[in-house]
């Protein structure tokens, strides 16, 4: 079972401080997505990793691909309140299913 | 423009009282998919559909089943709604089975009276 654990379950910090999120596994990925859910609404895409080592960049948040593809993170530069949602990795399985990760909660305060 | 369409965004059912939701997409992708998501948790696939070839998960109750008559529409039907159906139900496109890059809906909040 290729199971992808998120720390920290959640987080909260203020507006313009610097945040890092992971998403961990034991298992080897093709490629792993990272999307973000706001209260009440569908995940949303933010980005897929597919290269080890591979770093991607969206604005103020930094995905990064580990080396052996096993491991992700996602680092958030100053912060806004805007950014504040559920962080779902996810990666497609061995049954070809794509698995998510239970997320990391990040809330932004003002 | 919304590319996964939801309808309705809230549903209120009565208890045993069947259910359908609905799933409509602009993408033309192959494959819609079904996911339940309850509060605090990932989401959860119950089936999709690749053309016309339908999936069922090994773990999804028989109470729940789904159509799709053509590649733009998916609909979700709950049999017999119990108080635990209550959830989050999510529609997904892919292009491809298999795919990681899955296009989300808004959901549908389902709750159980």
């Known amino acids: 079972t290729q199971l992808l654990e998120q720390s920290p379950q959640f987080l909260s910090i203020q507006e313009g401080e610097n945040l890092t999120v992971y998403c961990n596994s034991s298992?080897?990925?093709?490629?792993l997505q990272w999307y973000r859910q706001e209260p009440g609404e569908g995940p949303v895409l933010l980005v897929t990793v597919v290269t080890g080592g591979e770093v991607k960049k969206l604005k103020r948040l930094t995905f990064q691909f580990g080396d052996a593809r096993k491991d992700s993170s996602l680092h958030i530069t100053a912060a806004q309140p805007g950014d504040t949602g559920l962080y779902l990795c996810a990666g497609v399985n061995g049954n070809n299913r794509l698995a998510f990760g239970k997320g990391n909660q990040v809330v932004v305060i003002p | 423009d919304a590319m996964v369409i939801q309808n309705p965004r809230y549903q209120v059912t009565q208890f045993g009282k069947p259910v359908t939701l609905s799933c409509s997409q602009t993408l033309n992708h192959n494959v819609m998919y079904w996911y339940q998501q309850k509060s605090s948790q990932a989401p959860k696939l119950l089936f999709h559909y690749y053309d016309k070839d339908f999936n069922n998960e090994a773990d999804t109750p028989d109470n729940f089943q789904s159509r799709r008559p053509n590649t733009s529409f998916c609909f979700l039907d709950i049999r017999s709604p119990g108080l635990g159906d209550a959830a989050m139900y999510l529609c997904?496109?892919?292009?491809?089975?298999?795919?990681?890059?899955?296009?989300f809906g808004p959901g549908t909040r389902l709750l159980v009276l």
């Open positions: 997904a496109t892919s292009r491809d089975p298999g795919a990681g890059t899955q296009y």
């Open positions: 298992s080897v990925f093709s490629s």
